[in-house]
């Protein structure tokens, strides 16, 4: 079927064509890793203690840049961006692989907001920014008004962007705690040449992180019902952009 002028212009002014977003039920690629290490086993000593320091890592280590992978229907959504833990607040850019559904993301402990399309209907920036940086100061060059706002729904990229928002706080955790919890250490693996411990998370809850000998966190994977999976990378350092107050400004609709 021939798509019409007036059904792009449709698809351009809805701030998802969100169904794609909406709709869970699809299989994503896996992202396989390789572990070394023997098998799940308690957490050691050294490990609890360095797990425990692992949301004030994040803390102080904020804003970081974060990359978000979360699956749709035949696909991924990718987001990269800056997330500022202490004030709760990511901006950056979303790309689906669809040039109708990329652009500029915004969101917080409330819900998220996408730039508003043009009254043409083209969706713009639809030029893919060149850095993370680039994103954020193209986002705070809009006016309150370009953003259209909605609270979290169902879809996985929902998911994952709450998580981004769950993995700080302003002291460490209790390592006594953690050991008790029922945390496992499930082996060791490589990312960019450097060695994490991964660590699934208490009782039935289907998290992983990887973790630094520093207690850095540098990715976190929850998986999904149906073989889909979320993967949420983290730098572990301190980036100079900061999370603008445009998409949370008075004005916006």
Same mark, same amino acid.
Do not use: K, N
């Given at each position: ?15 998802w064509t969100w169904a794609a977003l909406?709709a869970v039920t699809a299989v994503c ?46 696909? %991924? ?5 800056? =997330? !500022? ?10 790309? %689906? ?16 907001? =996408? ?20 994103? =954020? ?12 706002r909605r609270r979290y729904g169902p879809?996985?990229? !929902? ?9 700080? *706080? !302003? ?42 000998? *520093? ?11 149906? !073989?889909?999976?979320? =993967? ?8 100079? %952009? *900061? ?11």
């Amino acid at each position: 079927m021939r798509t019409t002028p007036a059904r792009v212009r449709a698809r351009l002014r809805s701030p998802w064509t969100w169904a794609a977003l909406a709709a869970v039920t699809a299989v994503c690629v896996a992202l396989p890793f390789l572990l070394a290490g023997g098998g799940p086993r308690p957490l050691s000593a050294d490990e609890a203690r360095r797990l425990a320091l692992t949301p004030l890592r994040a803390y102080q280590d904020s804003p970081a840049e974060v990359t978000v992978r979360a699956p749709l229907p035949g696909g %991924t959504a990718v987001v990269r961006a800056v =997330v !500022d833990e202490r004030r709760r607040r990511g901006v950056g850019w979303f790309d %689906t692989g669809d040039a109708a559904e990329r652009g500029l993301l915004a969101w917080d402990g409330a819900g998220l907001a =996408v730039a508003r399309p043009r009254a043409d209907g083209t969706a713009g920036p639809l030029a893919r920014p060149a850095s993370t940086a680039e994103a =954020v100061r193209d986002a705070a060059r809009l006016r309150p008004t370009a953003w259209i706002r909605r609270r979290y729904g169902p879809a996985s990229l !929902d998911t994952a962007l709450r998580l981004t928002l769950s993995l700080a *706080a !302003d002291r460490p955790d209790d390592a006594r705690r953690i050991a008790r919890s029922g945390r496992r250490h499930l082996g060791t693996d490589r990312i960019d040449g450097r060695r994490y411990d991964v660590v699934s998370s208490a009782g039935d809850a289907p998290l992983r992180y990887w973790i630094d000998g *520093a207690g850095r966190l540098r990715r976190v994977r929850e998986d999904l019902d149906d !073989d889909r999976t979320i =993967v949420v990378d983290v730098t572990g350092e301190r980036v100079p %952009t *900061a999370v603008p107050e445009g998409p949370w400004a008075r004005g916006g609709s």
